[in-house]
């Protein structure tokens, strides 16, 4: 096996930050030590929830062993789920160059599947929008706006500014699901004409990702962000969508039986508010994880969770 070329950005100063509840990440150590640009931390956070703020407390720790140890600062959190594997040993370095391009604050990679993926897992990556996200050859912009807000890059791996993660305050720790749009949409706001802030997807950069392998798997992971959803909503009524910002227990209910109406209908016409258009395919699994999506809505906005 050829050694990879180290990095022509040595003193670039990277934290990798990975959280978990259950699963112990596989040998981290071993995947970082075959990236040309080696991170100077890598910060696994242990049983931490929800997501949003078991980054947010990596990124503290980060911040304390830097001051304990009297290095200079980490100018980039690098934040990785602990079921992602790089797909190239330039991952973190081609990360890193796109955010060098001026005004970017947000460098993400593109998520595919693994070789070990079951049929289910594809069938899933086909139908439901951000399984999976192609890899592009160039950088590329990818600006979560109004009024889709779709961006192709996730928190499933992406690098982070510093900077910027200070000053919006990190992620917002109490969401259940969807911490990586809101988290976006907030950065995007501190856009200004002469100073615009950018998302970009990092060229030729990928990491390996499982889609859910089960039919409960792809529904307690769509249920989750309709709770997440309802609980941005809630927040910041700007991001309500197709009539969810519930003005009425009736309201509630002509929409839910819309959206329980409609379940058939989107099997054969699937919809995404990332890709607004109704086109003909054969979807069922989309038509599935979006009517659970939309009872983890009205979970979450008469539960009152958040």
């Not at 005004?103 to 070990?116: E, H, M, S």
């Not at 305050?169 to 706001?189: N, Q, S, Y």
């Not at 969810?244 to 227990?249: L, T, V, Y």
Request: with cysteine.
């Amino acid at each position: 096996m050829t050694t990879a070329t180290r990095s022509e950005y040595p003193s670039a100063r990277i934290a990798v930050i990975i959280p978990t509840m259950s699963r112990v990440p596989l040998d981290v150590q071993s995947m970082m030590a075959t990236q040309t640009l080696q991170p100077t931390h890598v910060c696994i956070v242990y049983g931490q929830s929800p997501n949003g703020y078991a980054r947010n407390v990596g990124a503290y720790r980060v911040t304390d062993a830097d001051a304990e140890s009297g290095t200079p600062p980490t100018e980039w959190y690098l934040f990785l789920d602990d079921d992602a594997l790089f797909g190239h040993p330039e991952c973190i370095e081609r990360l890193y160059r796109a955010a060098q391009i001026p005004g970017v604050a947000i460098a993400g990679a593109a998520r595919i599947l693994p070789a070990d993926a079951t049929p289910f897992e594809h069938a899933v990556a086909r139908q439901v929008a951000r399984i999976i996200n192609p890899i592009v050859a160039i950088d590329t912009v990818t600006n979560p706006d109004a009024p889709h807000y779709s961006c192709s890059i996730t928190t499933t791996c992406c690098l982070v500014s510093r900077r910027i993660f200070e000053a919006v305050e990190g992620f917002d720790p109490t969401l259940i699901r969807g911490v990586d749009t809101e988290f976006f949409v907030r950065v995007r706001r501190m856009h200004r004409a002469d100073a615009p802030i950018l998302f970009v997807q990092a060229g030729n950069a990928w990491v390996t990702h499982h889609a859910p392998q089960t039919l409960r798997a792809l529904w307690d992971k769509h249920f989750a962000y309709g709770v997440g959803h309802a609980q941005e909503v809630r927040r910041d009524a700007s991001r309500a969508r197709a009539g969810n910002n519930f003005g009425s227990p009736v309201h509630a209910a002509v929409w839910l039986l819309l959206r329980t109406l409609l379940v058939p209908v989107h099997c054969f016409l699937p919809f995404s508010f990332g890709d607004p258009r109704w086109r003909f395919a054969w979807s069922p699994l989309k038509a599935y994880a979006s009517y659970a999506s939309a009872l983890g809505y009205i979970r979450s906005w008469y539960g009152h969770a958040g």
